[in-house]
């Protein structure tokens, strides 16, 4: 091969050598991008400072207001309404007019009691007379059966003496029969006088008894208050025509108003022994809106359970005027009180069993024992304002004044580093 076509067959691969030379010269050369530092991301927080305190877990439910001593009025007798005096949801003070039914309709049966009772006191009467007659009447038997005796032993001795007959003995002797007949009778009819006269009497105290319970059903024809009280419900209006035991209307003392609430059966041991150990349980009704909670006392558990728990019986304390009967309220009973709980803000329990602490600017995990909810009736601190709901916790890693996040995180976790907000 001749020098000139070497040169040629070389020159490329030559200029692609110096080439690459030159861009790793240059890429060796050039100047380095410093390294970027990793921070670490700071959250900011709210705490709460822990204040461990005797505090009573509190119990939601919901009740019924009812009243053991609600008085229905009832018709003492069928009869129209004369008069209805009062309205549903009326206050009446005692022995205010109610209801009036109309006295006519009583009337009649009255009256044929009445005329019965004095019929009685007539056949007493003429027993006692009969009897005196009976009396007399014995005595008059009683010689006429001697004289038939002698007509019978005249008779015979004439028939003896053949002075007589036998037909005169025959009806001497019938009628000395027919004396001693009536004589029986006689006696009799006085035996039996003890026994019609009971019967008699018998009859005269049950008629003088339904005269006294008509005249008591008129008495009661005209319905007064017998108590101060709050007319439940007006069941008739003036002119209906009623039947005996219709009811009328329902009245109920205020202040005897209780709230029937389903404890749920976890809790029933636990508060059947503090009943038993003579414990105030108070409870507060919600009546919803600005109004002030009604305190109320847990008083007994009812006498029969079910599977989901047993009913407990509170006693308003105060306020009862504010509530009506069949109204559903919401309760918070408070439970037995316990010392070393903690009441945080339902946001600072995570997972349900566990709350966060700050210290050293990190997060610091501690498992607690949740215990119930607290809302306070009647409580206004910075750290829980009126009417705010929390949890009870109890841990026993939790110092006073240790600082529990309450600010919700998503990614809450062991070491998280965070900035306590002002």
Not at 11 to 23: D, E, K, Q, R
Not at 222 to 242: N, W
Not at 370 to 380: E, F, I, S, Y
């Amino acid at each position: 091969m001749r020098l000139p076509q070497l040169y040629k067959l070389m020159l490329p691969l030559l200029i692609l050598v110096l080439a690459s030379g030159i861009f790793a010269y240059l890429r060796a050369t050039r100047p380095q991008k410093p390294v970027a530092a990793i921070e670490e991301r700071v959250w900011r927080v709210g705490v709460e400072p822990a204040r461990l305190q005797l505090l009573a877990p509190q119990l939601a439910l919901y009740g019924k207001v009812e009243n053991p001593n609600l008085l229905r009025i009832m018709a003492a007798g069928p009869a129209q309404v004369a008069e209805v005096a009062v309205r549903d949801g009326q206050h009446v003070l005692p022995g205010a007019l109610l209801v009036s039914l109309d006295d006519r309709d009583f009337l009649p049966a009255l009256h044929q009691a009445e005329a019965l009772e004095a019929e009685l006191v007539a056949l007493i009467q003429s027993e006692g007379l009969r009897h005196a007659r009976d009396q007399t009447a014995l005595e008059q038997e009683r010689k006429l059966l001697e004289l038939a005796q002698a007509g019978v032993e005249r008779a015979e001795r004439l028939k003896t003496q053949r002075a007589g007959s036998d037909a005169d003995l025959d009806a001497a002797e019938q009628g000395l029969a027919q004396q001693r007949l009536a004589v029986n009778q006689r006696e009799r009819d006085l035996a039996d006088h003890p026994a019609r006269l009971a019967a008699l009497e018998a009859r005269l105290a049950s008629a003088r008894a339904r005269v006294a319970e008509i005249a008591l059903d008129r008495e009661r024809a005209v319905v007064r208050a017998p108590f101060a009280g709050l007319v439940a419900g007006v069941e008739v209006a003036t002119g209906d025509q009623v039947k005996a035991d219709a009811q009328l209307l329902r009245l109920y003392a205020p202040a005897e108003l209780e709230v029937r609430a389903r404890i749920p059966a976890p809790y029933q041991a636990e508060i059947g022994a503090a009943l038993a150990a003579g414990e105030d349980l108070l409870a507060w009704a919600d009546l919803g809106g600005e109004a002030t909670p009604l305190p109320l006392r847990l008083e007994r558990l009812a006498g029969e359970a079910q599977a989901s728990g047993v009913d407990g019986l509170f006693r308003v304390l105060a306020g009862a005027e504010a509530l009506r009967l069949g109204q559903v309220v919401e309760l918070r009973l408070e439970r037995p009180a316990r010392e070393g709980l903690v009441a945080v803000p339902s946001a600072a329990v995570q997972g349900g069993n566990r709350l966060y602490r700050v210290g050293q600017g990190r997060l610091q995990g501690l498992p607690v024992e949740v215990l119930g909810t607290w809302l306070p009736a009647a409580l206004a601190t910075t750290a829980a304002p009126a009417g705010e709901e929390r949890l009870l916790v109890h841990s026993p890693a939790l110092r006073e004044g240790d600082a529990i996040l309450v600010t919700p995180l998503p990614h809450a976790l062991e070491g998280l580093r965070v900035e306590v907000a002002p």
